[in-house]
């Protein structure tokens, strides 16, 4: 049987639920802190590098949602940490993931870097559309690039400047008369 997630909620809420009867007669149960489970491994470093690296693009709350972790655990692993633990940000586990986070990030900026200098390659400035589409995917590609950017005290990073082309004007063509015979 399928149940919607308002149907779930109804049922969890419901004085007829077990849970809510027993805590009547107990009075035990209402505040219970909720854990992982004792089934719930943790994450390698790669799979945190991952998370930490998608966190950039979107919102801590969606990176949780989408990875199904906690959002202080995506915050952590952003920060390059594998736990909120002040005592655990020096430790041999937190030093790799800084450097799986790091190579990876150079490695997609190295890549969103080489993408950007081909389509500003192939910018045609006689062709506006293309132009037009072009340094959109320009721009994307650098936002990117500033977005997996480590280093952010590093000021010397990549500064794009794209100017449009000049329109034409009449004066620039030749005129060409053409008389109607009859």
């Known amino acids: 049987m399928l149940l919607t997630d308002q149907q779930l909620q109804d049922r969890h809420n419901?004085?007829?639920n077990l849970k809510n009867i027993l805590h009547?007669?107990?009075g035990k149960g209402q505040h219970k802190t909720q854990s992982r489970g004792k089934d719930v491994q943790n994450l390698e470093n790669p799979e945190?590098?991952?998370?930490a690296l998608t966190a950039k693009f979107d919102t801590i709350e969606n990176t949780a949602?989408?990875?199904?972790v906690s959002s202080s655990s995506?915050?952590?692993?952003?920060?390059?940490?594998?736990?909120?633990?002040?005592?655990?940000?020096s430790d041999k586990s937190s030093q790799e993931l800084k450097e799986i986070i790091e190579n990876k990030?150079?490695?997609?900026?190295e890549t969103a870097l080489d993408k950007l200098v081909l389509a500003?390659?192939?910018v045609d400035v006689n062709n506006p559309k293309t132009a037009l589409t072009l340094t959109t995917v320009s721009k994307n590609l650098a936002d990117i690039h500033d977005k997996v950017k480590t280093n952010k005290k590093d000021s010397s990073g990549v500064k794009v400047t794209i100017f449009s082309p000049n329109l034409r004007k009449s004066e620039d063509y030749e005129v060409i008369?053409?008389?109607?015979?009859?």
């Open 65 to 68: 949602k989408a990875f199904n």
């Open 120 to 122: 500003l390659d192939s």
């Open 24 to 26: 009547k007669i107990t």
């Open 105 to 109: 990030a150079n490695k997609i900026s």
């Open 177 to 182: 008369e053409v008389s109607v015979q009859e």
């Open 74 to 89: 995506v915050s952590a692993y952003k920060n390059g940490t594998t736990s909120t633990n002040p005592n655990t940000r």
């Open 48 to 51: 945190r590098a991952l998370i």
């Open 14 to 16: 419901s004085p007829d």
